[in-house]
């Protein structure tokens, strides 16, 4: 190790980012949750190890040679290369990242927890009928084709958007965007579950919404670390204020859902649901995710409130047009990230100052840039990686397999056995 | 010897078990065993809300009680049950069904006895 680089690391933010990386790590036990409960006991299995299986393949990905891809030298703004980074074989303990002051390895793991989580949250989309083997090869394939592409356009230095000047704090582009309009290219090319009746609201009713309810508490609490650690991104050579702002702006759009979303659904339907406030709760932290350290808590709480608005709106919407977003993955995090990756141009006060906040117009047409090249590369990139699994592995389980449950006939395991013994 | 199968409202298993227990407890404790089921007569199950959307569930919920009787306590369990399990004074759809079928053999474990004195 070399002693005049170690010296040279900030021990408060290296902390602050070796938690943060954990948190983010924790969402994703804490989104197989929030899926799990959402769908049939007879696929709980299943649902839970599209999120698992992400953790385990990305994982391995990221550190052979996912982070090159995302953060090696820029060739020409669009992909990052650097052989050295391959496996993490060149970085050494002591090396510090860019011009922060926090090892490499450390931000490496906090990057490869997103490069994990972006992925799984596309599962919901596609749960109870998505082959659990195709959906490992997607993973793979979306992960080095559209992920690490679209990290290094937005967050690496050299990065064609990046450049521009193109706000995108933790992820409204990168993870929300990029996943939930990749969602709702693949559960159009899946198609419908059997069991659901697009008008009649279909029938697919929760099997245990506590589940779900403890899964968002989990992703409320992982997104401190996904948020306020993003905070080292953008701030140099440490993460302070900018850290202490995200966590406030986070935890005020958090709420400013979930309390938006439940009095929505109790004026529309005459009842608060928890499944409406937990959806609201994500709502809100997912808009909030581009602008955590670039807005004031007020702002925040502005946002958190619309987009909630704004995911219920497109939540009703699927009925009438009939796709089977299962979980909704893109009424959630495609509608809702695109909310705040907008908001984000109206409301920015740093480094920046929005239109709404006394700037002009030019960040939000950035930020309308940095959307619509994310909505389109990864809406197009998933149509291929699709249509190509659809030819050669197959999307769908049988219909015999749908029926049956996926944890028996994919995984040879059942979530619940008797109540009894 | 008869069995009773009654399926009653979650909601009436106390004033059912409050009835019977007032009819069928003659000092030591009367024998009772409950389940929960899932299933259908006229009623369908409730409606319920996902994400704003109305769901209405296939099923409705109930309790099954079955009870091993002998013949003379038939009758009055029976009214128990029915006394236990409406909903009001004139009843409701989706307040239940009892059936009685006969009950060919009932043999305690403990001791082998058979027949009425093992009820």
């Known amino acids: 190790m070399d002693p005049t680089s170690a010296q040279a690391i900030d021990s408060g933010s290296t902390a602050w980012m070796l938690a943060s990386a954990a948190f983010v790590l924790l969402m994703v036990p804490g989104l197989a949750l929030f899926y799990a409960g959402m769908v049939r006991r007879k696929n ?3 649902t839970m190890l599209y999120s698992y299986g992400a953790m385990a393949l990305i994982g391995v990905q990221w550190m052979l040679f996912g982070y090159a891809l995302a953060f090696g030298r820029s060739v020409n703004g669009v992909i990052g290369w650097d052989p050295a980074l391959l496996g993490l074989h060149g970085i050494e303990p002591g090396k510090l990242f860019g011009d922060k002051a926090i090892p490499e390895l450390v931000f490496v793991m906090f990057q490869g ?9 596309i599962s919901g989309a596609v749960a109870e009928r998505m082959r659990f083997s195709t959906f490992l090869m997607f993973c793979f394939l979306w992960a080095t084709f559209i992920y690490c ?19 995108d704090f933790a992820g409204g582009t990168v993870v929300h965007i990029s996943s939930g309009f990749s969602a709702l290219v693949l559960a159009l090319l899946v198609g419908r579950r059997l069991d659901y009746q697009p008008g009649s609201g279909g029938a697919v009713l929760p099997h245990n919404l506590p589940m779900t309810l403890l899964g968002a508490g989990l992703l409320w609490f992982g997104w401190f670390g996904f948020n306020a650690g993003s905070a080292v991104a953008v701030e140099s050579p440490v993460a302070g204020a900018t850290a202490g702002l995200a966590f406030a702006t986070t935890q005020t759009a958090a709420a400013a859902g979930g309390l938006v979303w439940m009095l929505i659904e109790w004026w529309h339907h005459g009842k608060p649901t928890s499944l409406g406030m937990a959806s609201g709760v994500v709502a809100g932290l997912v808009a909030v995710t581009p602008a955590a350290g670039h807005v004031t808590p007020l702002s925040a709480l502005l946002i958190g409130g619309v987009t909630a608005l704004a995911c219920y709106l497109a939540v009703q919407l699927k009925a009438r047009f009939g796709y089977d977003d299962a979980l909704d993955a893109f009424g959630v995090h495609g509608v809702g990230g695109l909310v705040g990756a907008l908001a984000t141009g109206l409301f920015c006060f740093a480094p920046v100052a929005g239109a709404l906040v006394g700037g002009g117009w030019g960040q939000f047409g950035k930020q309308a840039l940095g959307a619509g090249a994310g909505i389109a590369f990864a809406m197009t990139g998933t149509l ?3 249509l190509a699994l659809k030819a050669t592995m197959g999307l769908r389980v049988t219909a015999e397999q749908e029926r049956e449950g996926l944890d028996l006939s ?8 008797s109540e009894l013994i | 010897m008869k069995l009773i199968i009654a399926i009653i409202r979650l909601e009436r298993l106390d004033p059912v078990q409050h009835e019977l227990q007032s009819i069928l407890n003659e000092g030591d404790n009367y024998r009772l065993t409950i389940r929960p089921v899932e299933g259908h007569g006229r009623q369908h199950g409730e409606v319920e809300y996902v994400r704003g959307q109305p769901v209405r569930a296939r099923m409705v919920q109930r309790v099954e009680i079955t009870v091993g009787l002998n013949d003379r306590y038939v009758e009055p369990a029976i009214e ?17 069904k009892i059936f009685v079928v006969p009950l060919e053999q009932c043999v305690r474990i403990r001791t082998g006895e058979r027949g009425e004195a093992a009820i």
């Open chain 2, 80 to 96: 128990a049950i029915v006394r236990g399990a409406r909903s009001g004074t004139a009843g409701e759809v989706g307040d239940g």
């Open chain 1, 149 to 167: 592409p679209l990290a290094h356009w937005v967050w690496a230095p050299g990065g064609w958007l990046f450049e521009r000047g193109v706000l």
């Open chain 1, 410 to 417: 994919l995984h040879g395991e059942r979530g619940y056995h």
């Open chain 1, 44 to 46: 709980i299995i299943a």
């Open chain 1, 384 to 386: 291929l990686i699709g």
């Open chain 1, 113 to 121: 927890k997103f490069a994990i989580i972006t992925p799984a949250l």
